[in-house]
């Protein structure tokens, strides 16, 4: 993998991680159609690693908040930490304990085709969302739902972002904190990731680790523009639209699989 190819791939996991269209998809798209094979899942965790720092970015103030409650023993601070928490078990025990299966799943590059009309067909199904009417606070059934959907989103081609909001907003959260919440969610579940993969990144994947390095730093400075642009489409009510770029792909992607034999 070059420099340019890897800042490609950083800037594609960037730009999609956050919003509702599937980082990993894109990986498992782009790498495909760049005719790249990058074996297993290691340079994608690197990726994500680099769009943690996106998050911290962005909401540096809330977790700044949330540290301070935790030491403090705030117990609005404790109890949304453990949501955080708690939602994060659903894909710790599916990425335990089906690690090789999601791994067989990225090396499948008709899966995101398929996962990509799936999460087209979640966010639609949000077309009628009305802010006002989703005032629900946090509640232990509610982390735990929006964590099976995190869990689902494992699947390349699955929006991690997508599965998540829509679950919540489902659930009556309100979009500004389906948002965040999801984004902050994201946080232990990377750096789990980075942690039971760590021997393998460590090891050496093949990779120079100056495209590793190039590919974390475009991944990292796009995903906060990402974040931003996510809020605002959520708050404007057209998160649904994104389907309309979601089916397409899907399809074309798919089609291209069958041309190419």
Same mark, same amino acid.
């Given at each position: 993998?070059?420099?340019? *190819?890897? /800042?490609?791939?950083?800037?594609?996991?960037?730009?999609? *991680?956050?919003?509702?269209?599937?980082?990993?998809?894109?990986?498992?798209?782009?790498?495909?159609?760049?005719?790249?094979?990058?074996?297993?899942?290691?340079?994608?965790?690197?990726?994500?690693?680099?769009?943690?720092?996106?998050?911290?970015?962005?909401?540096?103030?809330?977790?700044?908040?949330?540290?301070?409650?935790?030491?403090?023993?705030?117990?609005?601070?404790?109890?949304?930490?453990?949501?955080?928490?708690?939602?994060?078990?659903? %894909?710790?025990?599916?990425?335990?304990?089906?690690?090789?299966?999601?791994?067989?799943?990225?090396?499948?590059?008709?899966?995101?085709?398929? /996962?990509?009309?799936?999460?087209?067909?979640?966010?639609?199904?949000?077309?009628?969302?009305?802010?006002?009417?989703?005032?629900?606070?946090? @509640?232990?059934?509610?982390?735990?739902?929006?964590?099976? /959907?995190?869990?689902?989103?494992?699947?390349?081609?699955?929006?991690?972002?997508?599965?998540?909001?829509?679950?919540?907003?489902?659930?009556?959260?309100?979009?500004? *904190? %389906?948002?965040?919440?999801?984004?902050?969610?994201?946080?232990?579940?990377?750096?789990?990731?980075?942690?039971?993969?760590?021997?393998?990144?460590?090891?050496?994947?093949?990779? /120079?680790?100056?495209?590793?390095?190039?590919?974390?730093?475009?991944?990292?400075? @796009?995903?906060?523009?990402?974040?931003?642009?996510?809020?605002?489409?959520?708050?404007?009510?057209?998160?649904?639209?994104?389907?309309?770029?979601?089916?397409?792909?899907?399809?074309?992607?798919?089609?291209?699989?069958?041309?190419?034999?």
């Amino acid at each position: 993998m070059t420099g340019w *190819e890897a /800042a490609f791939l950083g800037f594609l996991q960037g730009a999609t *991680e956050f919003l509702p269209v599937s980082s990993s998809g894109h990986l498992v798209v782009g790498q495909a159609l760049m005719g790249l094979d990058v074996p297993g899942v290691q340079f994608e965790v690197a990726l994500h690693v680099a769009t943690m720092v996106s998050v911290v970015t962005v909401y540096w103030s809330r977790i700044r908040g949330l540290a301070h409650g935790t030491v403090t023993r705030d117990r609005t601070a404790l109890a949304y930490v453990g949501f955080v928490l708690i939602a994060t078990i659903p %894909a710790a025990i599916i990425g335990v304990g089906l690690g090789d299966l999601v791994e067989r799943l990225f090396d499948a590059p008709i899966v995101p085709g398929i /996962a990509f009309l799936v999460t087209g067909g979640l966010l639609w199904s949000t077309r009628n969302f009305r802010q006002e009417n989703n005032s629900r606070s946090l @509640t232990v059934r509610i982390a735990i739902l929006i964590g099976v /959907a995190q869990a689902f989103a494992l699947v390349p081609g699955v929006s991690r972002s997508g599965a998540t909001v829509v679950m919540a907003l489902w659930l009556g959260v309100s979009a500004y *904190e %389906a948002a965040a919440f999801s984004f902050l969610m994201s946080l232990p579940a990377i750096v789990g990731a980075a942690i039971l993969q760590f021997p393998e990144l460590s090891g050496g994947v093949g990779i /120079a680790p100056a495209s590793i390095l190039i590919g974390m730093g475009v991944a990292a400075v @796009t995903g906060v523009a990402a974040i931003r642009t996510f809020v605002a489409v959520l708050d404007s009510g057209s998160f649904h639209r994104f389907a309309y770029y979601l089916w397409p792909l899907g399809v074309t992607y798919l089609g291209v699989l069958w041309w190419m034999g």
